[in-house]
Structures are given as C-alpha cells and as structure tokens.
C-alpha cells in the first residue's frame, strides 16, 4: 500500500493495466505493457508543464506551450497557455500522440531530480490532502530508459546496462497493480526513475536490446531486488525482512567478492594459519587476548581455526540468521601457542570483531559489516566493509565490476538470481517446442573458485564453466 491514499482516479487513467498479483511470464512479455509512476513533484496547489510535441486531452489537440495543473474542491483543473482550460475533475489525462520516442515529452520541475523530461502519458490528480499528484503513464521501455539511466550512468559497460534493464523490468512488473492508483513511485524505495534523457543512447540501446528476456522461477516473473553495495554478502529476502517467500530460493546466502572489489570502503585482513605471517597489529592482538587466557604464553606459532559467530541464541544461528550472516558479533581463534616452559598448548580465544575496528587493528571507519570469510588454502578472510541498502539481490557495485572484468549480463543475473531461470521470450527465440528458449543455467560447483571465468574471445560463453561460491 503507498504511504498516502488518493482519490478515485478516473476510469481513462486506469486503463491497460495488468491485474493484481504475480505477474505471469506470458502476460509479461506483451511490448505495450505500461507502467504508472508517481513523480516526486513538490506541487502543493499547482504545476506548470511545459509541452514539446503533440498530445491530446479530452479531445482537444494541441503541440507545444505550457500545461497548467491546478488543485480546487478536493479536484484539479487543467489549462493550456494558449487553449485555456482543458478539463477538471478528479483527475484530467494527457495523452501523447507521437510514437517516435523523441518526438513529444513533457518536461516539469522534479523535486528530487531537477528539471526532467517525461515520455508517455501524464495523470494529473490529487493525493486526498489538497496536493497534486502526478503520474506518468508510459510503455514498459520507455519506463526503463528513466529506470536504467538513473539507477546507472549512460557510460556504465554495456552488460551492466543490460542486467540492470532486465532485473528492473521484472521488479516493475511483479508491482504493476490496477488497485492501486499507481504502480510505483520514482525513488529508490521502489526504483529510481529520472524520465526521458535523449544523450542516454547507450541505456536505449541497451534496453532494447533485452526487451524480451526475463528472470522467472516457477513460471513467475522474479521479483529482483537490487541494492547499491551488499558489503561482501548477498542474502535472502527472508533473511532481510524476516517473512517466508514463495521466491525466497531464488536468493542465497553467498559472499560476494565483486562487491567488495568494486567497492572504495572495504578492507580485507588476511589470517594465515602460519602466526609469524600474520599482520603485526592482528598479531599483538591475539597474542594479547591468549595472555589473557594463559599468562605464560609467549608466542603464537599456528592459527589453526577460526570462526565468525552470528548474534543468535544457536551458536549454529537460525534459518533466518544462520551463523555466517554478517556482521557476526564475535569470531572464535583457536591458537598453538607457546608457553615459557617450552611447551605448546592450543588455546581458543574469542573476541568481538568490532573490536580489531576499535584497537586500530583494520582502518576501515565506514565499516558497518563484519565478517570472517574462509578461503580455499586453509587461511581466512576477515572483512570489514560497509553495505548499502538491503544488501538483497544485485549489487551495483558488485555488478559493474564484473562487467568490466568481462563477465556478459546474464552471467551477472545468474550470478546474483543463481535460482532463477533467464528467458528470451521473443518469438526469434523460441524453441521447437513454441517455449521461450533458456540460457542454459551454470552447474553450482562444490569449489570456491570465482563464480565467472572471463571469455577470451568473443564466441558465447560456456556457461557450464561458471563457478559459485557462499555469500549472506
């Protein structure tokens, strides 16, 4: 439900819109799909819109001038700066007439974006508190130009773009609901969505370019959550917001070093089982923390196990909170140390991680994830690193550097949808069987190889090579 009720908007402004619920794989692929999204207009009582191109409103035609919305009686009146008043009631549509996407847009002020273009149709209404309340009506595509350009840059790799588009085509279209005077709004609590920016040719070119694939599970269109940074883990939807889901097995717990790596706010603290290779600072600290157990120890000589431990009454954790959730409260050491009579003796330490934050022992200050990582030679990773946003799904900054490694898009939705299914619906693309075709899904493999192996050519890639490894 959205954070205010509006007034019934009229019957015309509802028309076209898909039915409440799940959204069907076959009923998501149709190309004139729209999309209703609420503006972040700072309008109290009135707007003014200016017109590039031919639009229609209740019959009137007109091209160019300045549109004029205004609140009265709980209704809004519509003017044109040449024509007069256009239209009042509950709510008064103008609709665009041109079909070449540069050929008419609206552009108003945007209270978040700044002066910002609009493709499709626009609803002008109220919010129920005396406010306008604007919304554009446009094609899915066109809806994604805005999503894809805002969400990323225009000069972003190509595959980035691409995944984007279609991770965001299907978080939209498991939003699309006609019992709701709109669909989503143009913020990052749904999707950030800038409008109509004509120099973004690469975001168009990408859009266009998988308008036809989707990430479905179960015959379902994905609900693909995204977040700027998951801090080196990604988890599931029920892990973040506590509640089953019939798509919680699309998700996994899963480290994610691509997010780290692409991050500028992560640091990594490697711990090798040999003690006299460990950083100098980790060092004293352990070997304080074994003098605190035993205070005849005078060196450390091995690492030989160490742990995270999740904040949960089961040291094992919960299927909500499983033990390698970050930030893990505390880690477990067990060190061979040495005493002064010449003996070793094996002492298991345990310590707040936070704390290696506090003494000095890893400058990471912006640092709001922690977590220990074990690797594939017996040594351990603790990471310090700081998330953003739900940490559900794609990371941005996880994705993009996998694009510039080389890594295509549907390898980077594999990646961070490892339960979904990709599909390209367009009829070029179907099987024998009239099916949309698959791109095949890499085997999970029981390695902690990184996930993705670069092409060296510019053949498709064998998907069978992807590798995947754990990540919360």
Not at 169 to 197: I, R
Not at 255 to 276: H, I, K, N, T
Not at 349 to 366: H, I, K, N, R, S
Request: with cysteine; charged share 20%; glycine share 10%.
């Amino acid at each position: 439900m959205r954070k205010f009720l509006c007034f019934l908007l009229c019957a015309a402004a509802l028309l076209g819109m898909a039915p409440a619920g799940a959204a069907r794989a076959e009923a998501a692929g149709a190309e004139e799909q729209t999309v209703r999204v609420a503006l972040s207009a700072d309008a109290s009582g009135s707007i003014e819109v200016r017109v590039e191109g031919s639009y229609e409103c209740l019959g009137t035609t007109f091209s160019g001038g300045v549109l004029r919305a205004t609140v009265f009686d709980g209704g809004v009146a519509l003017s044109h700066s040449e024509l007069g008043e256009l239209g009042r009631g509950d709510s008064v549509t103008v609709q665009r007439r041109e079909k070449s996407v540069w050929a008419a847009f609206l552009m108003l002020e945007n209270s978040r974006y700044g002066t910002t273009r609009y493709l499709g149709d626009m609803i002008f209404a109220t919010d129920g508190q005396g406010k306008l309340l604007l919304i554009n009506r446009i094609g899915m595509a066109e809806y994604l130009y805005g999503v894809v350009g805002g969400e990323l840059r225009n000069n972003h790799p190509m595959e980035a773009l691409k995944a984007q588009a279609v991770a965001a085509k299907c978080f939209a279209l498991t939003c699309l609901d006609s019992s709701e005077p709109y669909d989503l709004d143009d913020t990052p609590t749904d999707q950030v969505y800038k409008g109509y920016h004509p120099a973004h040719e690469n975001v168009m070119a990408a859009v266009d370019a998988v308008k036809d694939d989707l990430l479905l599970y179960g015959g379902e269109v994905v609900r693909c959550y995204y977040c700027t940074s998951n801090g080196g883990q990604t988890i599931t939807p029920r892990m973040r917001w506590g509640s089953d889901s019939a798509q919680d097995e699309v998700y996994e717990l899963r480290y994610d070093s691509y997010d780290l790596d692409g991050a500028d706010s992560a640091a990594r603290l490697r711990v090798l089982p040999d003690a006299r290779r460990l950083p100098e600072p980790l060092y004293a600290f352990l070997l304080a923390l074994a003098q605190q157990t035993q205070a005849d120890v005078t060196e450390l000589r091995t690492v030989l196990a160490l742990r995270g431990m999740h904040e949960a009454p089961d040291p094992g954790g919960t299927a909500v909170g499983p033990a390698a959730l970050a930030p893990q409260q505390q880690a477990e050491a067990r060190l061979l140390c040495a005493l002064a009579d010449g003996t070793e003796r094996e002492l298991i330490c345990a310590f707040p991680l936070e704390e290696l934050l506090m003494q000095g022992v890893v400058d990471c200050p912006e640092a709001n994830l922690w977590f220990v990582q074990p690797e594939d030679d017996g040594s351990w990773s603790i990471i310090f690193s700081r998330s953003i946003g739900h940490r559900v799904g794609m990371s941005h900054y996880g994705m993009l550097y996998c694009a510039e490694l080389g890594f295509t898009y549907d390898e980077i939705l594999y990646f961070y949808y490892p339960g979904a299914t990709l599909v390209h619906g367009g009829a070029e693309a179907q099987d024998d069987g009239g099916m949309p075709a698959q791109t095949a899904k890499p085997t999970p493999s029981a390695t902690a190889e990184p996930p993705f192996v670069p092409a060296e050519t510019e053949e498709p890639r064998d998907f069978w090579r992807l590798l995947f490894g754990l990540w919360v």
